[in-house]
């Protein structure tokens, strides 16, 4: 028992040493954002001498942070509306409607999680090209495409879990199929919903390559502003540390969302 | 209040699998009618076929004279209660059933109050915010059956609805079902596999084996007069006792032992054709045979001796286990009668009540 013990405090110390590897960028990220350059480079571990918000104001100016915002949130929230949308649509179909041709769909959409983005990166632009879809709206669709694979496996592996009774008395009770879909069965399919927005949220927020070969620079992401903003600002830190403060908080507000939302959506899918 | 109507229907799967073959069935108006037969024997698919869950291969199904072949389960007005509940784990009790009267846009406080009505009836007044994961089995099923009635549909559906719940919960259950049904009066028709189900619920039991009807009747009746020996040995537990013997003039004799056939029995066999030396099955219920002495006395000449393997005393009853002839016996004898296992008695015969089967095509010689 007392070995147990024993065992218990070294995991707990070995959690915390690792929990402080994976904090210190954030730590590091956040206190020298507050720092002027000159204090970043007497002093990177220590607590800022006085707060400099000056940082945050430029930063948030040479940024363009309100448009690249919206640009990224509209881009991200669009696609991942979409994915989860049609990718659970697909699952239902896929899943309720057995036949050799649903079987290969199926097949078709796994094997297409293999092939990696940069293979088709450049016919996949030209080819949107010449639709005149290099734009914000194209790259939606790619993100689709991309995102849709992975989604469908998860959502068709989720639905072999729901008794398809739920959809015989869905029927019975007087729905059509798609009622049955939108009103039983996609509320049930919550806790793969919330992980494929996690999954992609955080793919399509971050993503830097594919926005940048389609997106004009008025259309520009938060993750594209902000490689110019280093190329402008190698140098001085202070200003790049609190841009890159900036752009984390609005996926830091999502998964604290997103983290409630899990829990809640774990327990509501319980059957039985 | 409907009257159903199947006509010579089928059921075929994949072009060549015949779940359901030539059923036909009227029911009536308010009638409970029950589905039983084993696992395979095609009950739930003619039941989900009534509900238009399955398509319908060949002929014709029809509810108040309208044929419902191609009409969707909505505009069938029926409600149906499923084996595992089916209840949307989502929705509290109220939403459950309150969904199909949303779906066909009923006015909010009229679906409040049908809601409540059934919830009253049920007892789930208080339950009605909870989730189907804070219900226990029993409550649960009460829920699917009130999704079913607020609807106050034509016909109720039942797909084995108690097989999921233990046992002392199930009879309540089935009395309560009962009780519902005499309250509604709703046409219904009743699934299980379960024989004292059928016996205890139904108005109308329909004996199914391998997608055939093997016969429709009253409990009584289907118990007191099987068409054939599936259904002497379906129904009734411990089923019905099967001896194969000899015709011997007026004695039917097993192995050594002969048992004299009452007149009209006798009369039955000769008229359909069977003479001495003709094999025939015996059916005898166990409750009819006897080992008191006063049947004995009066019946001499059909008893016969018999070595007991097992006596299983149940507390009502007495089950003795037996052999004649190397062919199995059970007989259920007052519980006060003191026979043990390894005992030689008498047992006493009562050929009145029994039926004689033919044993190319196992049906009842009725003459």
């Known amino acids: 028992m007392k070995q147990q013990n024993g065992k218990n405090y070294w995991v707990e110390i070995l959690g915390i040493f690792l929990a402080l590897i994976w904090l210190s960028p954030f730590y590091l990220m956040v206190v020298n954002s507050f720092k002027t350059n000159r204090d970043i480079f007497e002093d990177v571990l220590g607590l800022p001498p006085e707060a400099v918000f000056a940082n945050y104001v430029q930063a948030f100016h040479d940024l363009d942070f309100l448009n690249a915002l919206w640009n990224s949130t509209f881009i991200t929230v669009s696609s991942i509306v979409l994915i989860i949308i049609f990718s659970s649509m697909a699952g239902y179909a896929l899943a309720r409607n057995k036949s050799k041709l649903s079987g290969a769909l199926l097949l078709i959409f796994v094997s297409a999680m293999l092939i990696p983005f940069q293979a088709v990166m450049i016919t996949l632009t030209s080819f949107f090209s010449s639709f005149q879809m290099l734009n914000q709206y194209g790259l939606i669709f790619m993100y689709l495409g991309f995102g849709c694979s992975l989604a469908i496996f998860l959502y068709h592996g989720a639905m072999t879990g729901i008794s398809i009774t739920l959809d015989e008395a869905a029927t019975i009770d007087g729905a059509s199929r798609f009622q049955t879909f939108w009103y039983i069965i996609f509320p049930l399919l919550k806790p793969i919903s919330v992980t494929v927005a996690i999954l992609n949220v955080i793919w399509i927020w971050n993503d830097y390559l594919l926005p940048s070969l389609v997106l004009s620079s008025e259309e520009a992401t938060i993750p594209i502003n902000m490689y110019y903003f280093f190329g402008e600002y190698t140098r001085q830190w202070d200003l790049a540390l609190a841009g890159l403060t900036l752009a984390i908080i609005p996926i830091i507000i999502f998964y604290f969302f997103a983290q409630k939302q899990i829990i809640s959506g774990v327990t509501d899918g319980a059957v039985k | ?367």
Do not use: W
């Open chain 2, 1 to 367: 209040m409907a009257e159903l109507k199947l006509d010579h229907v089928y059921k075929i799967f994949d072009g060549d699998v015949t779940a359901v073959s030539d059923f036909n069935l009227n029911i009536e108006d308010e009638e409970f009618i029950v589905f039983v037969g084993p696992s395979g024997c095609g009950k739930s698919t003619t039941l989900r076929m009534i509900a238009g869950l399955e398509g319908i291969s060949d002929g014709d199904f029809y509810i108040d004279d309208k044929r419902m072949n191609d009409v969707s389960p909505k505009d069938r007005d029926i409600a149906m209660v499923f084996q595992n509940y089916a209840l949307y784990p989502h929705m509290n009790v109220f939403d459950n059933m309150a969904f199909g009267l949303k779906l066909r846009k009923f006015p909010k406080e009229d679906i409040k109050k049908r809601v409540e009505e059934a919830s009253d009836i049920l007892g789930l007044r208080d339950l009605l915010d909870r989730k189907p994961k804070a219900l226990s089995g029993g409550q649960r099923q009460r829920v699917a059956l009130g999704r079913a009635i607020v609807r106050n549909p034509k016909v109720f559906l039942m797909d084995e609805p108690l097989s999921n719940l233990d046992a002392k919960l199930r009879v309540q259950m089935r009395s309560e079902i009962i009780k519902l049904h005499q309250q509604l009066k709703t046409t219904t028709v009743y699934v299980t596999h379960d024989q004292t189900e059928a016996m205890t619920m139904a108005s109308r039991i329909v004996i199914m084996k391998d997608g055939v009807i093997q016969q429709i009747g009253a409990p009584r009746e289907v118990y007191t007069y099987p068409e054939n020996v599936f259904v002497g040995g379906f129904i009734g537990s411990p089923s019905m006792n099967f001896l194969t013997g000899q015709l011997e003039n007026d004695l039917f004799k097993i192995g050594e032992r002969s048992l004299k056939i009452p007149e009209g029995k006798l009369k039955a066999l000769r008229d359909s054709g069977y003479e001495s030396g003709a094999e025939i099955i015996l059916g005898i219920r166990p409750e009819d045979l006897h080992d008191e002495q006063v049947f004995l006395d009066t019946m001499p000449e059909a008893k016969a001796d018999v070595s007991i393997d097992l006596a299983e005393l149940t507390g009502s009853e007495l089950v003795l286990y037996t052999k004649i002839a190397e062919q199995n016996i059970v007989a259920i004898v007052n519980p006060r009668s003191n026979i043990y296992q390894g005992d030689q008695i008498e047992l006493g015969f009562d050929l009145n009540k029994a039926h004689f089967f033919d044993p190319a095509t196992e049906q009842r010689i009725k003459g």
